[in-house]
C-alpha cells in the first residue's frame, strides 16, 4: 500500500534561516506530488505541484521553492524565512487518470 | 480560475442533530467534487468524491453529499452527527483537465456530546 511521510512534524525558526522540508512517498511510481500550505481560515493554498523529476510548477509566487530530486521525494525550501511563512504544510500525492489526492501528515512551521 | 466558497466556516452541534455543510464552486465546465475531513491530531482524509453518475454520493461514516449542477453545489450531509464527527471539513473541485485541486476555506464542526 501506498504511504506519504513528512518530516520534521514540527519545526520553529527564526527569521531569515533557510528551510528544507521533505517529503517522500511509497508504494507507487511516478506520482504527481504537490506542496500546499493550509492556514487557518482560509483552507488549503497549492504552492507548488511536480508531475515528474525535476519538473516544478509554481502556484502562488513567494518566498518558497520545491524541487523534486527523486521521483518520490519533494523537498520544500526556503533561503530565508519571513515571519508569514508559518503555516501547516501539507504534502499530497495523486496518480494520473485518478483525481484524488493523498496528504501526508503535515508539517507545523512556526517562524519567530 | 475557478473558486470554492464554504460559507459556514464554524458549526456547533449537539449528538444526533442533522448536519449540512455548505459548498459552492464556480466553474462552468466538468468537475470532479470532493470532500474532505481532518480530524483533530489526524491527517486530511478524503470523506468521499463525485465524478460521475448519481449525483448523490455516499462517504464513509454516514456521510453524504449530492452535486446540484445548477446550482453549482456539492452540500455535505449526515442525518445523525456523533461526537467523533468533531473535525474540520474541507470541499474540493477540479476541472477534470488536470490534478489541480482547489479547496474552500473549510468548515470547523464541534459535536457536543
Known amino acids: 500500500s501506498q504511504t506519504i511521510h513528512q518530516w520534521p512534524a514540527t519545526l520553529v525558526q527564526p527569521v531569515g534561516s533557510p528551510l528544507s522540508l521533505e517529503c517522500t512517498v511509497e508504494?507507487?511510481?511516478?506520482?504527481?506530488l504537490y506542496w500546499y500550505r493550509q492556514a487557518a481560515g482560509r483552507g488549503l493554498q497549492l504552492l507548488f505541484y511536480?508531475?515528474?523529476?525535476?519538473?516544478i510548477s509554481s502556484e502562488v509566487p513567494q518566498n518558497l521553492s520545491a524541487s523534486r530530486p527523486q521521483d518520490r521525494q519533494f523537498i520544500l525550501s526556503s533561503k530565508k524565512l519571513l515571519l508569514s511563512d508559518s503555516g501547516f504544510y501539507l504534502c499530497?500525492?495523486?496518480?494520473?487518470?485518478?483525481?484524488?489526492?493523498?496528504f501526508g501528515p503535515g508539517t507545523r512551521l512556526l517562524v519567530l | 480560475a475557478q473558486s470554492v466558497s464554504q460559507h459556514n466556516h464554524h458549526v456547533i452541534l449537539s449528538e444526533a442533530a442533522s448536519l449540512e455543510l455548505g459548498c459552492n464552486y464556480s466553474?462552468?465546465?466538468?468537475?470532479?467534487l470532493f470532500w474532505y475531513v481532518q480530524y483533530p491530531g489526524q491527517h486530511l482524509q478524503l470523506l468521499l468524491k463525485?465524478?460521475?453518475?448519481?449525483?448523490l454520493v455516499k462517504g464513509i461514516k454516514g456521510f453524504e453529499a449530492e452535486f446540484i449542477k445548477s446550482k453549482f453545489s456539492f452540500n455535505l450531509r449526515k442525518p445523525s452527527v456523533q461526537w467523533s464527527d468533531t473535525a474540520e471539513y474541507f470541499c474540493?473541485?477540479?476541472?477534470?483537465?488536470?490534478?489541480?485541486?482547489?479547496f474552500g476555506g473549510g468548515t470547523r464542526l464541534m459535536v457536543k456530546p
Open positions: 474540493a473541485v477540479n476541472n477534470n483537465a488536470g490534478n489541480m485541486l482547489t
Open positions: 499530497a500525492w495523486s496518480v494520473d487518470g485518478q483525481e484524488t489526492q493523498y
Open positions: 463525485y465524478f460521475s453518475g448519481d449525483p
Open positions: 466553474y462552468g465546465g466538468t468537475v470532479n
Open positions: 508504494g507507487t511510481s511516478n506520482p504527481n
Open positions: 511536480s508531475v515528474g523529476i525535476g519538473q
